[in-house]
Nanobody, 126 residues
Framework: QAQLVEFGGRSVQAGSSLRLSCIGS????????MAWFRQIPGKGREFVAA???????????VYGDSMKGRVSIQRDEGQNSAALQMNNLEVGDTAVYIC????????????????WGRGTQVTVSS
């Protein structure tokens, strides 16, 4: 089965950094765009970052407003993976961070992504 699995979520103090990883298996994800969303309890799913396929010229990246300037997204084609580097974490960043993939260019809308991981919990305390 095609699936995405996230790694790296844990409890940290405010101001810390974390690197999350998303690894795909079951099919070839290297030709897809991959993205990170986050789910905060009681709120809707929020876009964080997305990156296009590595073989495309320019490898486009898109960042959401909520964490822009504090995150960067990277792609590892050989591992069908996407990493999210998060810095200067805040208590408000506490959420389940979820990986997704889609054919075509990166977008900010969750409705355009066909494959989803189960998420990894990030908890930030003061």
């Amino acid at each position: 089965q095609a699936q995405l699995v996230e790694f790296g979520g844990r409890s940290v103090q405010a101001g810390s950094s974390l690197r999350l990883s998303c690894i795909g298996s079951g099919r070839d994800f290297k030709y897809d765009s991959m993205a990170w969303f986050r789910q905060i309890p009681g709120k809707g799913r929020e876009f964080v970052a997305a990156i296009g396929r590595i073989v495309w010229s320019g490898t486009p990246k898109v960042y959401g407003d909520s964490m822009k300037g504090r995150v960067s997204i990277q792609r590892d084609e050989g591992q069908n993976s996407a990493a999210l580097q998060m810095n200067n974490l805040e208590v408000g960043d506490t959420a389940v961070y979820i990986c997704a993939a889609r054919a075509g260019p990166p977008t900010t809308s969750q409705d355009t992504y066909a494959t989803w991981g189960r998420g990894t919990q990030v908890t930030v305390s003061s």
